[in-house]
């Protein structure tokens, strides 16, 4: 029955209702490097697509997917700028006041899972036009949600609910992550130890 609900009600559902917020988003910037500490700094946010930005928050170039990591030797610390650059992931862009409906038809045809949301910021006190600002990101994931009227929680999910303020509990032997392990693949621990 609430799936039922939820396939009947999506559709005219607004983007805001369900996006993940700007501040709660997992982004990279051009400049940093990948080299361990980022890598690790990824892999410990649990999220698959990353978007990156340039000069500020609000001007995205385009996103990294942690698939593509797997050419990527942190000792070489290729810049995010380059490894974007060269995989060209682009993501989908649409407006807060969008449908899940409309969104759904875009994300589905397989660019991308993820689009940026954006919206107009018409406040600003300098007297400036009103500018396009990014608020938040949307995925397949949050609209799916919708439609079964659940909240799927996926094997490097580290937190759920829209304010992503709930940690995910996989109980005493549910996979918890030793981190301290995965360390030993850090060349400079590694070299510091060993001969
Ligand atoms: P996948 O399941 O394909 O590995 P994922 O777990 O990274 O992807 P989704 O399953 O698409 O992400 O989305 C799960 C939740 O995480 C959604 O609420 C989505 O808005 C949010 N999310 C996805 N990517 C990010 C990110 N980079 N920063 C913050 N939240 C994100």
């Not at 982004?27 to 649990?46: R, Y």
């Not at 940026?116 to 406040?123: A, E, Y």
Request: with cysteine.
């Amino acid at each position: 029955a609430t799936a039922m609900k939820g396939a009947l009600t999506y559709k005219n559902m607004k983007v805001q209702q369900v996006m993940t917020p700007i501040d709660n988003t997992f982004m990279l910037s051009v400049d940093e490097k990948l080299n361990f500490e980022t890598i690790a700094k990824i892999f410990k946010s649990g999220y698959s697509r990353i978007p990156v930005y340039e000069i500020d928050q609000n001007n995205v170039i385009g996103l990294l997917f942690v698939k593509d990591l797997i050419f990527v030797d942190p000792s070489c610390n290729t810049r995010v700028a380059d490894f974007v650059e060269l995989f060209g992931r682009a993501a989908h862009v649409c407006w807060v006041d969008d449908t899940l409906g409309d969104v759904l038809r875009e994300l589905k045809k397989g660019r991308s899972h993820m689009a940026l949301v954006q919206d107009v910021n018409q406040q600003d006190d300098t007297g400036n036009d009103p500018f396009y600002e990014l608020v938040g990101i949307v995925t397949l994931e949050d609209i799916i949600e919708e439609i079964i009227g659940e909240e799927i929680i996926d094997e490097t999910d580290t937190s759920v609910g829209g304010g992503k303020s709930i940690k995910v509990d996989r109980g005493e032997d549910g996979g918890t992550f030793r981190w301290e392990r995965l360390c030993l693949l850090d060349s400079k621990i590694v070299d510091q130890m060993l001969s």
